[in-house]
């Protein structure tokens, strides 16, 4: 699976933004989706996952209630919706698939950046 995350940039404390990450090369239908996050000096960690099917989402405790997950399975693409956003947003985001079989993802995309100013 290839994935092309996008939709990361510069915005304002309280602001919002939508990341897209498209993917190709398997049946995008097959494949669990997260969204993982990387902030300067700190290691990667779990932000938000969604079901194959799109009907069972997790949230990191720290983006519950402000972020929403969700797919479009005829489009490929996997989206997350960052609402409220905090200065401690800040990261590289990164997107990962992860096929049935499998309990750790093995997909990733190249990140996209997401700075918060305050």
């Known amino acids: 699976v290839q994935l092309q995350a996008s939709g990361g940039g510069l915005v304002q404390a309280g602001g919002s933004l939508r990341l897209s990450c498209a993917a190709s090369?398997?049946?995008?239908?097959?494949?669990?989706m997260g969204w993982f996050r990387q902030a300067p000096g700190k290691e990667r960690e779990f932000v938000a996952s969604?079901?194959?099917?799109?009907?069972?989402?997790y949230y990191a405790d720290s983006v519950k209630g402000r972020f929403t997950v969700s797919r479009d399975n005829a489009k490929n693409t996997v989206y997350l919706q960052m609402n409220s956003l905090k200065s401690e947003d800040t990261a590289v985001y990164f997107c990962?698939?992860?096929?049935?079989?499998?309990?750790?993802?093995?997909?990733w995309g190249q990140g996209t950046l997401v700075t918060v100013s305050s």
């Open positions: 990962a698939a992860r096929g049935a079989a499998n309990l750790e993802y093995n997909y």
């Open positions: 090369g398997r049946t995008f239908s097959s494949v669990a």
């Open positions: 969604i079901s194959r099917s799109g009907g069972i989402a």
